[in-house]
């Protein structure tokens, strides 16, 4: 497939995993609260049998946090492959840079966004943790192709 189309393609999952993600740090805070405890209650079921009010209010904490890294964690992999895509022949380095950048903004407007509405609220720890798994996984996904571009590199040699 030509890179033009993959580009488009992946442009077009960015730019739905961003919508995605709008629309969950959009909702207000007592529709994020019940969507959120509704799945914490099947996990304690699962996980526990039956739960306590404080053992329930841990996990479903813990459950918000594990969305902010795994929605990160997949939004940092489609930004890689987007700026791996558009700027292919630009180095690594730069590649790497470019979506480190991105999901960096990206993460911290994404909590300031939650700052009109009703029971959310900024929290630059969020903002951190958001941006810490979109990069993890960057640097993982740039950190692999230049162990691939060392062993084409040596193999050429030889």
């Not at 488009?8 to 969507?35: N, Q, V």
């Not at 009010?53 to 902010?68: F, P, S």
């Not at 740039?142 to 084409?152: A, D, E, T, V």
Request: proline share 1%; net charge positive.
């Amino acid at each position: 497939m030509q890179k033009r189309i993959k580009t488009s393609i992946i442009s077009i999952i960015m730019i739905g995993w961003l919508l995605l993600m709008w629309r969950l740090s959009s909702a207000d805070g007592t529709e994020t609260l019940e969507d959120s405890m509704r799945v914490t209650k099947k996990v304690a079921v699962w996980l526990l049998g039956s739960a306590t009010e404080g053992q329930l209010d841990h996990l479903n904490m813990v459950i918000r946090k594990l969305a902010h890294v795994f929605l990160y964690m997949i939004f940092g992999l489609i930004v890689s492959i987007f700026w791996d895509l558009l700027w292919w022949k630009h180095r690594l380095w730069t590649r790497a840079i470019l979506a480190f950048g991105c999901c960096t903004v990206i993460a911290f407007i994404d909590e300031l966004q939650k700052i009109p509405i009703s029971g959310r609220h900024f929290s630059a720890s969020e903002s951190m943790l958001n941006a810490v798994s979109a990069d993890g996984v960057i640097l993982l996904y740039f950190l692999f192709l230049w162990i691939i571009q060392l062993y084409q590199h040596r193999n050429n040699r030889n």
